[in-house]
């Protein structure tokens, strides 16, 4: 499949990245990027693909979500009900942190404990980004 089309629609997504940093925001198109070359190579239906990154490009939507909260300063309760009510597994932040180094951690666990399943059920997802991180 090509990905240019996946591709397009984390470009003109532009409140996929409201509110983050330059750094931030780079990292999470690229590892948008890397899911949709991992899905286009190992899934050969174009329909489930696209069924498959859009669940990825749902969950980086709540990531951005989360980091913008972390920024407050006063959103604690914000963002406790937030993660609770998204069911999301990271630990509330206790100490001012950086985001870059949150979003860093956020992004290997989605790929290694949650995203993997979107593939087709195998653990190659994670050892796709390995390969990537050589």
Request: charged letters at 30%; one cysteine or more; glycine letters at 2%.
């Amino acid at each position: 499949m090509a990905i240019t089309p996946l591709i397009r629609s984390i470009l003109m997504d532009d409140h996929l990245i409201r509110g983050l940093g330059d750094a931030e925001s780079r990292m999470l198109v690229e590892w948008l990027v890397d899911w949709a070359e991992m899905l286009a190579d190992t899934i050969s239906d174009e329909e489930l693909v696209e069924k498959r990154f859009y669940k990825v490009r749902s969950r980086a939507q709540l990531i951005c979500c989360y980091l913008r909260l972390c920024q407050e300063t006063d959103a604690h309760a914000s963002l406790t009900q937030f993660t609770a009510t998204q069911k999301l597994p990271w630990p509330l932040p206790t100490l001012k942190i950086d985001t870059i180094e949150l979003l860093d951690r956020i992004l290997d666990w989605e790929s290694r404990h949650y995203c993997h399943s979107w593939t087709d059920g195998t653990r190659e997802a994670p050892e796709f980004f390995a390969r990537q991180a050589a």
